[in-house]
Nanobody
Framework: VQLVESGGGLVQPGGSLRLSCAAS????????MGWYRRAPGKERELVAI???????NYVNSVKGRFTISRENAENTVYLQMNSLRPEDTANYYC?????????WGQGTQVTVSS
């Protein structure tokens, strides 16, 4: 399984970005998919998750600003990020889980700075 992220970049505070995670297999085969991030000097944290059934969950710090979604026909999961803050700066990783197996993308850098 390959997960390929795209959409990261440099954005000013208050701006928006949309991250994409394209899977090499049908995303319907995964129990859930999500986005994690790791900021310099910090632990990796789960940002958002979406289950096969479409249930979503978010870390408190992004609720109301980020939206995770999936497009099964494109085998792609998205993370729409609005009202970005400097503290959102991190490397963002796509994750997929199938049973006891975990799959990771290579990451995409998001930098929020003026």
């Amino acid at each position: 399984v390959q997960l390929v992220e795209s959409g990261g970049g440099l954005v000013q505070p208050g701006g928006s970005l949309r991250l994409s995670c394209a899977a090499s297999e049908s995303i319907s085969s995964f129990d859930d998919m999500g986005w994690y991030r790791r900021a310099p000097g910090k632990e990796r944290e789960l940002v958002a998750i979406i289950t096969r059934g479409g249930t979503t969950n978010y870390v408190n710090s992004v609720k109301g600003r980020f939206t995770i979604s999936r497009e099964n026909a494109e085998n792609t999961v998205y993370l729409q990020m609005n009202s970005l803050r400097p503290e959102d700066t991190a490397n963002y990783y796509c994750h997929a889980r199938r049973g006891w197996r975990d799959y990771w993308g290579q990451g995409t850098q998001v930098t929020v700075s003026s």
